[in-house]
T-cell receptor
Framework: GQNIDQPTEMTATEGAIVQINCTYQTSGFNGLFWYQQHAGEAPTFLSYNVLDGLEEKGRFSSFLSRSKGYSYLLLKELQMKDSASYLCAGMDSNYQLIWGAGTKLIIKP | IAGITQAPTSQILAAGRRMTLRCTQDMRHNAMYWYRQDLGLGLRLIHYSNTAGTTGKGEVPDGYSVSRANTDDFPLTLASAVPSQTSVYFC????????????FGEGSRLTVL
């Protein structure tokens, strides 16, 4: 079956770095996506990886290892506004997104 | 402002009633989707449309129907609502079905009593 696993909740300190891990099993693979969702709001796109390696975009970076079925989202210089849920999603061979349940990130001052 | 609009934002509905959630986008995206989001679960795909005039079933289609008469509109209908359909519903669109960068509407919170 298809499955996305990520931690339910993480806590980090303002100004620090946090890494949110995601493991995936999909029927075929057409990319790994990360979305941010603030409480009560819609998800918004953060990043896309289809090749192995690190993609950096400002304070956020995303890493992919296809051989390990593994990705992580790295958030640097954490700000209070980064408190949100982070959704990992894998795209299967039919171009359907398979979503994880999300990781709730709590930032403490 | 370009984007994707859902209505209503919130609704309380008696079980057995018919309900249509509206979704309109002005980005001329080909692909549109309806998801439901429940606490502790990932987004689950209800129905999708890769292009105007076509629709397909997602992971949890039972009790729901959709239509795609034109590019902009993708309404979701609950023919006879049941309490298990209490959820937050998100409509999303993307330029093409092989693109995973989805643009989401603000969501419709539906409570079925």
């Amino acid at each position: 079956g298809q499955n996305i696993d990520q931690p339910t909740e993480m806590t980090a300190t303002e100004g620090a770095i946090v890494q949110i891990n995601c493991t995936y099993q999909t029927s075929g693979f057409n990319g790994l996506f990360w979305y941010q969702q603030h409480a009560g709001e819609a998800p918004t796109f953060l990043s896309y990886n289809v090749l192995d390696g690190l993609e950096e975009k400002g304070r956020f970076s995303s890493f992919l290892s296809r051989s390990k079925g593994y990705s992580y989202l790295l958030l640097k210089e954490l700000q209070m506004k980064d408190s949100a849920s982070y959704l990992c999603a894998g795209m299967d061979s039919n171009y359907q997104l398979i979503w994880g349940a999300g990781t709730k990130l709590i930032i403490k001052p | 402002i370009a984007g994707i609009t859902q209505a209503p934002t919130s609704q309380i509905l008696a079980a057995g009633r018919r309900m249509t959630l509206r979704c309109t986008q002005d980005m001329r995206h080909n692909a549109m989707y309806w998801y439901r989001q429940d606490l502790g679960l990932g987004l689950r795909l209800i129905h999708y449309s890769n292009t105007a005039g076509t629709t397909g079933k997602g992971e949890v289609p039972d009790g729901y129907s959709v239509s795609r008469a034109n590019t902009d509109d993708f309404p979701l209908t609950l023919a006879s609502a049941v309490p298990s359909q209490t959820s937050v519903y998100f409509c999303a669109s993307t330029p093409d079905s092989d693109t995973g960068e989805l643009f989401f509407g603000e969501g419709s919170r539906l409570t079925v009593l």
